[in-house]
T-cell receptor
Framework: EAAVTQSPRSKVAVTGGKVTLSCHQT?????MYWYRQDTGHGLRLIHY???????EKGDIPDGYKASRPSQENFSLILELASLSQTAVYFC???????????FGKGTRLTVV | GDSVTQTEGQVALSEEDFLTIHCNYS??????LFWYVQYPGEGPQFLFR?????EKGSSRGFEATYNKETTSFHLQKASVQESDSAVYYC????????????FGKGTSLTVIP
């Protein structure tokens, strides 16, 4: 079973502060994703990566940066957190050539 | 752009009722279609997929048939149980090699014992 681990599982951040969400996968998957989940919007793609040291913009990248320093790790960075970024964030991964995506348990971020 | 529409935001059923959750898609090319299920406190989990017209995907008693003519992939189960209570997401893999997966807004299913 593919394992995707997110940390922290929840966080309270101050408006204007910097937030880093971390994701680690142990299955040597090529692709990694960051999704945002909001009530009424479902899951929306923020950034993704298909190889270490490279990231791509998803559908809603504004206000977010991503970093993939290694095959296993993928971070989401909010340089200046805003109230509108309060949401649950999911990291996911998949192997190239396969279509099943494996999700982590999510990080609940509250910006106050 | 590619998109998925789930008609029902919330569904409440009694045990042993028949379930249908509607999913329609809009995409160029020939996308793969998926259903994911999310239990409380967990991330979404892959349920099943279909990749071509008239293909049926199924798992755990749930099934859906890819219909290219009506651009639909409706989820059905003949007899729901309380343990099926969860959020169900329809999704499609884009035609450029599945680099992106587009999810619907989700349907929250509550099964009353």
């Amino acid at each position: 079973e593919a394992a995707v681990t997110q940390s922290p599982r929840s966080k309270v951040a101050v408006t204007g502060g910097k937030v880093t969400l971390s994701c680690h996968q142990t299955n040597n998957h090529d692709y990694m994703y960051w999704y945002r989940q909001d009530t009424g919007h479902g899951l929306r793609l923020i950034h993704y990566s298909y190889v270490a040291d490279s990231t791509e913009k998803g559908d809603i990248p504004d206000g977010y940066k991503a970093s993939r320093p290694s095959q296993e790790n993928f971070s989401l960075i909010l340089e200046l957190a805003s109230l509108s970024q309060t949401a649950v964030y999911f990291c996911a991964s998949r192997v190239q050539g396969a279509t099943e995506v494996f999700f982590g348990k999510g990080t609940r971020l509250t910006v106050v | 752009g590619d998109s998925v529409t789930q008609t029902e935001g919330q569904v409440a059923l009694s045990e042993e009722d028949f379930l249908t959750i509607h999913c329609n898609y809009s995409a160029s090319g020939y996308p793969a279609l998926f259903w994911y299920v999310q239990y409380p406190g967990e991330g979404p989990q892959f349920l099943f997929r279909a990749s071509r017209d008239k293909e049926k995907g199924s798992s755990r008693g749930f099934e859906a048939t890819y219909n290219k003519e009506t651009t639909s992939f409706h989820l059905q189960k003949a007899s729901v149980q309380e343990s099926d209570s969860a959020v169900y997401y329809c999704a499609l893999g884009d035609h450029t090699g599945y680099q992106n997966f587009y999810f619907g807004k989700g349907t929250s299913l509550t099964v009353i014992p």
